[in-house]
């Protein structure tokens, strides 16, 4: 007869077929509908064991309780125990596993649960009991939390020499290197070395490939800066901004964001108008006195025209003389000779013709005027603005 599944409600995707080959050959002993069922809830308690713990723990609990005699499910249910911080009941599992398999696959687990439960003495003596015949693996993974037993009994130093050996070596790049370096500096930190501390945070960091450590930030708490970091971590990248390029670059088409746009604090005396402003200003005063320039010679030939038109001292009025020569006596013989007895009256300037002579200096005086008040004015609004 099936068994009756009144258990916990399974996740999406916790299916039997999940199971790896090996964890299914461990369920062969149950009849097929429970150790589907057991299978199910063992794959819903890997797919929790991170996110949530504890709902893992109660589908580990219900497995174990429909097949206690099976090692795979205890060691299941000890393993998700200890994530969730039930440490008393994950080293009655794992040991109940260690006496059903004979093996030490989780004795370092089983260390560290004695730590949790304050019992540091009974740690180092369990970690004792293994004995050297461990995977490399377990072996380190050993000798950190026998380090830890020793720190909880104030053994500082003697915890960092127990972390000590052949593979705490920087060049070293074992599956647990980033973990063996990451504890031996935590150790010397606690033990008052705090530059040697630093520089294994260092190593750890390096060797960090995964980043399940806070190596780097343990190392820059510790006081080392951020050229030290650098250093010992070749592949980071060292980000630059670079918006003072994008914007006093003249090719970009893309919007200059208000942030990054943002004016620079002006020197108090200094002019705030940029390059390009100021280079327009300058070709408008370059134009401006050439424009003064040329209008300048301009007037200079009409006042040299209007002084010839004008009639000489001597000369009688309404007497043109557009063939005069230079001394003002004419080349005609009878305009050359005055009337009997009259002697010629100084010549008067018409109104007409003084206004005129002054003129072309009075539009000069204007032009510059008004390129003192019109230019000059708006540059130094620019500047001021």
Known sequence: MAPVESGPAVPEGADYSALDVEARAGLRSLPKSLAELVGKHLVA??????????????????????????????????????????WAEALS??????????????????????????????????????????????????????????????QLEAAVVALQGDDLDPKR??????????AYADNLEAAGRAEDAI????????ADDDEDTDAAERAFALGADESEIAAALPGETVEIDDSDDTADSDDSDDPVDSEEAAEPASVPGTSTVDDSEADEADEA????????????????EVDEVEEAELPQAGQPIGVSTPDSSADGVSKDPEDAVPADGDTVAETEVPADDKKTATEPNSSVDREVEGDADGEGTGQAERRDG
């Open 45 to 86: 308690a890997g797919m929790l064991i991170d996110e949530d713990p504890e709902r893992a723990l109660v589908h580990a609990r219900y497995a174990r309780e429909r097949a206690s005699r099976v090692a795979m499910v205890r060691e299941a249910a000890g393993l998700t125990a200890y994530h969730a911080g039930e």
């Open 173 to 182: 790049r074992d599956p647990w290197s980033a973990r063996l370096f990451y």
């Open 199 to 206: 520089r294994w945070f260092l190593h750890a960091a390096q």
């Open 285 to 300: 005063d370059e134009a401006d006195e050439a424009d003064e320039v040329d209008e300048a010679d301009e007037a200079d």
């Open 93 to 154: 599992e794992l040991r109940a596993v260690r006496r059903m398999s004979g093996g030490n696959a989780h004795i370092a687990v089983m260390v560290d649960c004695e730590r949790a439960l304050g019992r540091p003495e009974r740690a180092l003596e369990l970690a004792k009991e293994a004995g050297k015949d461990l995977t490399p693996d377990v072996a380190v993974e050993l000798r950190i939390v026998s380090a830890g037993a020793r720190r909880d009994m104030g």
